[in-house]
C-alpha cells in the first residue's frame, strides 16, 4: 500500500472475483473534528486542536466513506451541508458524531448528500437544542438516508415564528430511521411538531425513541409528534417500541400518516 495513509485505518476488505480477476477493495478511515468554540474554518479539522468551526465548513473536508466527524459542545451557527463536488468526497455512509453534553445547532440544511449518513450522540447522552427558528435539521434528497441515534432534542421550535415543519428533522425524500432518540417540547409550524417527514421514497423506522410535550404550532396542524407522507404506494414508517405523551395537534396528536404525498 501507498505512503500517505498513516492517520487512516482499515474498516473492511471486499473481494471481487467477477470475470474470472480477484480485486481487493479497501476502505480506510479518517476522523476529522468540528469544534463551534474553539475551531478555525482554515484548519486541516484532522485532530480536535485543529478542528474546524462550523458544520459548513467541516462538510467540505475531503471526507470518505466509513469516515467519522466529531462534534465538539458549543453553539453552531446555521449553514448549508453540501457535499463537494468530487467523485472522491464524502457521497454519505458516513457518521457525525456529537460528544457528550449539550450543543446548540442553529439549523443543518442538507441538501447534497445521498448515500447513508448517521447522526450520532455520545453514549454518555447528547441533548441538541435549537435556538433559532429553523429545523435542527432539514434534509432533502431523494436517495438520501439518514439516520438518527441516541440524541435528545429538546426546545427545537422551528415552527414558532418561521411555520417550518418539524421542529427536530424535516426530511423530504429518501428515508429516515430515527432509534432511541428523546424529543421534548419542540414545535413545528404546520406538520409535525418534532418530526415532519414527507414523500418519503423508501421505508422508514422510528425505534425506541421518546415524545413528550411536542406540538404544532398553526391551529389546523396535523402531526404533533411526527408527520408522516409517502412518495408511492407501498412505502411505510414503522413506528416500534417508542412511546409518546402530551403532544398536541388538531388531528393526529401523536402522529398523522398519509400513504401517499
Same mark, same amino acid.
Given at each position: 500500500? &501507498?505512503?500517505?495513509?498513516?492517520?487512516? !485505518?482499515?474498516?473492511?476488505?471486499?473481494? &471481487?472475483?467477477?470475470?474470472?480477476?480477484?480485486?481487493?477493495?479497501?476502505?480506510?478511515?479518517?476522523?476529522?473534528?468540528? @469544534?463551534?468554540?474553539?475551531?478555525n474554518d482554515e484548519a486541516d479539522?484532522?485532530?480536535?486542536?485543529?478542528?474546524?468551526?462550523?458544520?459548513?465548513?467541516?462538510?467540505s473536508l475531503p471526507l470518505?466513506?466509513? &469516515?467519522?466527524?466529531?462534534?465538539?459542545?458549543?453553539?453552531?451557527?446555521?449553514?448549508?451541508?453540501?457535499?463537494?463536488? !468530487?467523485?472522491?468526497y464524502w457521497t454519505g455512509d458516513g457518521t457525525v458524531h456529537f460528544i457528550a453534553g449539550e450543543i446548540e445547532v442553529d439549523g443543518l440544511k442538507d441538501t447534497g448528500y445521498n448515500g447513508d449518513l448517521k447522526f450520532v450522540g455520545d453514549k454518555a447522552g447528547t441533548t441538541l437544542k435549537a435556538k433559532s427558528a429553523r429545523s435542527v435539521f432539514a434534509v432533502t434528497g431523494v436517495s438520501a438516508k439518514r439516520t438518527w441515534r441516541n440524541l435528545k432534542f429538546t426546545d427545537a421550535a422551528a415552527g414558532v415564528s418561521e411555520k417550518a @415543519?418539524?421542529?427536530?428533522?424535516?426530511?423530504?425524500?429518501? !428515508?429516515?430511521?430515527?432509534?432511541?432518540?428523546?424529543?421534548? @417540547?419542540?414545535?413545528?409550524?404546520?406538520?409535525g411538531g418534532a418530526v415532519f417527514a414527507a414523500r418519503l421514497a423508501e421505508n422508514s423506522t422510528i425505534t425506541n425513541s421518546t415524545f413528550s410535550g411536542n406540538a404544532v404550532d398553526a391551529y389546523n396542524g396535523l402531526g404533533g409528534a411526527v408527520y408522516a407522507s409517502a412518495a408511492a404506494e407501498g412505502v411505510t414508517l414503522a413506528v416500534a417500541d417508542s412511546a409518546f405523551a402530551d403532544n398536541a395537534a388538531f388531528n393526529g396528536g401523536a402522529i398523522y400518516a398519509e400513504t401517499k404525498a
Open positions: 500500500v &501507498d505512503g500517505e495513509l498513516l492517520d487512516h !485505518s482499515i474498516t473492511s476488505l471486499t473481494l &471481487d472475483e467477477s470475470y474470472g480477476h480477484k480485486t481487493v477493495e479497501a476502505y480506510y478511515t479518517t476522523s476529522w473534528y468540528v @469544534d463551534a468554540e474553539h475551531g479539522g484532522m485532530t480536535p486542536a485543529t478542528a474546524r468551526l462550523t458544520f459548513e465548513k467541516a462538510m470518505v466513506k466509513g &469516515d467519522t466527524l466529531h462534534a465538539a459542545r458549543g453553539r453552531y451557527a446555521a449553514g448549508r451541508m453540501k457535499q463537494p463536488q !468530487s467523485a472522491h @415543519d418539524g421542529g427536530a428533522i424535516s426530511m423530504v425524500g429518501g !428515508s429516515l430511521s430515527i432509534e432511541g432518540c428523546t424529543f421534548a @417540547d419542540c414545535v413545528g409550524g404546520h406538520l
